[in-house]
């Protein structure tokens, strides 16, 4: 059990975390508590009793935060032992409810990210391309292609085309694309994902790791800003092994479900 956890938990009504509800507050306290190392992988947390009267909320603050930690993959629940820091070599639980950066969800976990190069450069767009963006045939898109790597692990292949109005120089990226959309202004606020199961042929195997013919799961990603203007266009292969996809359902009010069968 951390000890610096239980030091810092009384911050949570100091006003030194950002705005937000209590239970959001929490979350964020945890996640720097284990991005600063005060909590390792594998300590244990206090008991939700324990944590709610150190930090003077309820339990059921502590338990909706906790839940959120363990659905984001940065704690684990054992039956009868309690909750845990998640190992990092753990399988990555991705939310598809919030719309991050790869480099985002890995920082939150306390992994670190780097990123081999496959492709930067500027193309005459595909077919697709153009449709998805928009694109007239006279204009580019500025591609990156790159193998993330989370603590030295290799989790996916990402290949993300852009106008090369958005992204005028590929190279400007060197970790997060998000964090270069944000500074120029571009960083989308919704996408739409879909999601398949395929079966990885040689190529992105080897850049996986992982035997030809083992599992992936494929996303493709369309992008938007504020406006509705698409900005990106994304298809990533994720090691099924390493990461999964979780989403949090929600039943409808009764006028929404009339006549549904349950």
Not at 27 to 43: C, S, T, Y
Not at 82 to 95: D, H, I, L, N
Not at 169 to 190: D, I
Not at 233 to 261: H, M, N, P, Q
């Amino acid at each position: 059990m951390s000890d610096g956890l239980i030091n810092i938990l009384p911050t949570l009504n100091d006003g030194s975390i950002a705005g937000g509800p209590l239970y959001v507050k929490l979350q964020r306290l945890i996640e720097n508590a284990v991005l600063d190392g005060l909590l390792k992988p594998g300590d244990a947390l206090p008991p939700e009793r324990e944590l709610a009267a150190i930090a003077d909320i309820s339990r059921v603050t502590v338990r909706k935060a906790v839940q959120g930690l363990v659905s984001d993959g940065l704690l684990i629940q054992r039956h009868g032992s309690g909750t845990f820091v998640a190992p990092r070599s753990a399988r990555v639980e991705q939310s598809l409810t919030h719309l991050t950066s790869f480099t985002e969800d890995m920082a939150r976990r306390g992994m670190v990210v780097r990123s081999t190069w496959l492709d930067r450069g500027i193309y005459v767009p595909s077919p697709e391309e153009m449709v998805t963006l928009g694109l007239t045939s006279g204009e580019r898109v500025s591609r990156i292609s790159r193998l993330r790597v989370a603590n030295d692990t290799p989790m996916a292949i990402e290949r993300a085309a852009l106008s090369v109005h958005v992204l005028p120089n590929p190279e400007l990226v060197t970790l997060s694309l998000y964090a270069v959309l944000a500074a120029s202004g571009n960083r989308p606020v919704r996408a739409i994902q879909r999601i398949s199961a395929a079966i990885l042929k040689e190529n992105d195997a080897k850049l996986l790791e992982v035997p030809v013919g083992s599992a992936s799961l494929n996303i493709e990603r369309i992008s938007y800003l504020d406006s509705g203007k698409v900005i990106e266009f994304t298809r990533s292969i994720y090691r099924a092994d390493a990461y999964e996809f979780v989403a949090e359902l929600k039943l409808g009010d009764s006028s929404e479900i009339s006549g549904a069968v349950l």
